[in-house]
């Protein structure tokens, strides 16, 4: 087996790594405390080609497969995860459903706007009453003649009040339910009736903008169906699995970053006369964090690998879920432990980051969620086998 990025992999991470030093990291801290990031950033992002990383050469992106776009959720991750929410959101769940499931002329009209950032997107699937129980959506789309009418509300939208353009999901026949009943449009905020309502105040990625947003009586033309009418559940279930590894590769930059910052501060910070790296309570800390990083890079890239080699990823994909979200919340944890007084202050990033993971055990479908989609798996296969012999 082969475990080594190709040529053209570790050229790009090069590439990401030394634009996010160069841009992004001095501006992190604004981004979090401003609650809001710049458009002038957006753009030059695009100019990277990193909003079309999903997206392929044919409609202006830069189709770099499964493993360019954790290699950059990942470097970006590394120094701010509100800018990685954003370009999840907008390059990987907002984005998906059109590659996947998107005809060809709403590729054409749509992704290349997407790749060069003139056109935000958005995933619009959770409501006020459907969270983890995403199949009770209420938001209704009706026929109209060959249009649709599309009346609902969602709610912590990534992207809710900057977004141009809106994966939603709405139910179209309340008889079939999730499996049948619900269909994926492809909603512009042009069509009219689409408003956004006040920026959530949010513990974390505060600079992500995440809002509820209101559709009423939007009409829809009959090309701006995504799929087919009928099966939007499995486009969102699709589009959920590549979103949730997207997710594990910003956690594992987020605690590659953490662990480098404590190593630095663990070498340099002197108690008792001696550095506090060379306490053995400080050295075990180091120790757990880099052997958890080990297994979260592993599960990261060959899931992204799996992916490549055109295999379904809902399992590994949700155990990266899991497995990546927890471990950053623990690496970072202890990392705030080994700053001590200086982990708990707003002036260093540690602090920020802290507040950011928490969300990523909750987001891209909880991990209570992840864990029953895991065993119902496990348990489908053994009856499987059951059923073999």
């Not at 959770?126 to 249009?147: F, H, L, M, N, V």
Request: with cysteine.
């Amino acid at each position: 087996m082969d475990f080594n990025f190709s040529e053209e992999h570790q050229m790009l991470r090069q590439m990401v790594k030394e634009f996010v030093d160069r841009e992004l990291r001095p501006v992190a801290d604004k981004h979090d405390k401003e609650e809001e990031i710049g458009r002038d950033i957006i753009e030059k992002i695009a100019a990277q080609g990193f909003l079309g990383a999903n997206i392929p050469e044919a409609y202006g992106g830069s189709e770099l497969g499964e493993i360019g776009f954790c290699m950059i959720a990942e470097e970006v991750g590394r120094v701010d995860s509100s800018l990685g929410t954003m370009m999840g959101a907008h390059g990987g769940i907002g984005t998906y459903g059109l590659v996947i499931d998107g005809t060809e002329e709403q590729k054409q009209k749509y992704l290349p706007r997407i790749a060069a950032g003139e056109m935000l997107a958005a995933f619009a699937l959770t409501e006020p009453g459907a969270g983890s129980d995403a199949a009770a959506i209420k938001t209704r789309a009706e026929r109209d003649g060959d249009d649709w009418i599309l009346n609902g509300n969602k709610m912590w939208i990534t992207n809710g009040g900057i977004a141009d353009l809106f994966t939603v999901f709405a139910v179209t026949d309340p008889a079939l339910g999730a499996r049948g009943g619900v269909t994926a449009f492809l909603v512009e905020r042009a069509f009219g009736g689409v408003t956004s309502g006040a920026k959530e105040k949010k513990m974390g990625i505060k600079g992500s903008d995440t809002r509820a947003v209101f559709f009423k009586d939007v009409r829809i033309p009959k090309e701006n169906v995504l799929g087919q009418v009928g099966l939007g559940f499995v486009t969102a279930m699709k589009i959920l699995d590549k979103g949730r590894l997207g997710l594990g590769a910003a956690c594992l930059g987020a605690a590659k970053e953490a662990l480098d910052l404590s190593i630095k501060h663990a070498t340099t910070r002197v108690q008792f006369g001696k550095p506090i790296a060379e306490q053995q309570a400080i050295q075990f800390y180091l120790a757990e964090m880099a052997t958890r990083i080990f297994a979260m890079e592993q599960m990261v890239y060959y899931t992204a690998w799996l992916g490549e080699q055109g295999q379904k990823i809902t399992q590994p994909g949700s155990m990266v879920k899991l497995f990546c979200t927890e471990n950053a919340t623990w690496i970072i944890n202890k990392a705030v432990q080994i700053h001590g007084g200086m982990g708990y202050s707003g002036e260093y990033p540690i602090e920020r980051m802290f507040r950011d993971a928490r969300i990523c055990e909750i987001f891209e479908g909880t991990n209570e969620i992840q864990k029953l989609v895991i065993a119902r798996n496990l348990l489908k296969d053994y009856s499987k086998e059951l059923a073999r012999v």
